[in-house]
Nanobody
Framework: QVQLVESGGGLVQAGGSLRLSCAASGRTFSSYAMGWFRQAPGKEREFVAAISWKGGSTYQPDSVKGRFTIARDNAKNTVYLQMNSLKPEDTGVYYC?????????????????WGQGTQVTVSS
């Protein structure tokens, strides 16, 4: 069982930055690939970034590539999402998710555990 708690969301102007954190409980955090997803009102939950359980591979869609960076600290049981050059279309609830022994994937149904989410609002 893994419990995930996101933090770091908030209101920021376009062009600004935020750093999200996701703290995981449990002693097997390093065995999980971690992902970040977001969901805007009335839209499907979409993939934002993923990192393999070893941390050697990361993945982002073109919509955030070059602006968002995912990283993990297995000693702290935490995964981060650094978001730069934010745009109004980045607004949404951001969720972290854990995929046991995963390599990191955009496919949300692969993930076993989800956090409650943190709101990110980017004003124009």
């Amino acid at each position: 069982q893994v419990q995930l708690v996101e933090s770091g969301g908030g209101l920021v102007q376009a062009g600004g930055s935020l750093r999200l954190s996701c703290a995981a409980s449990g002693r097997t955090f390093s065995s999980y690939a971690m992902g970040w997803f977001r969901q805007a009102p009335g839209k499907e939950r979409e993939f934002v970034a993923a990192i393999s359980w070893k941390g050697g591979s990361t993945y982002q869609p073109d919509s955030v590539k070059g602006r968002f960076t995912i990283a993990r600290d297995n000693a702290k049981n935490t995964v981060y999402l650094q978001m730069n050059s934010l745009k109004p279309e980045d607004t949404g609830v951001y969720y972290c998710a854990a995929d046991y022994m995963g390599s990191g994937t955009y496919y949300k149904y692969n993930y076993d555990y989800w956090g409650q989410g943190t709101q990110v609002t980017v004003s124009s």
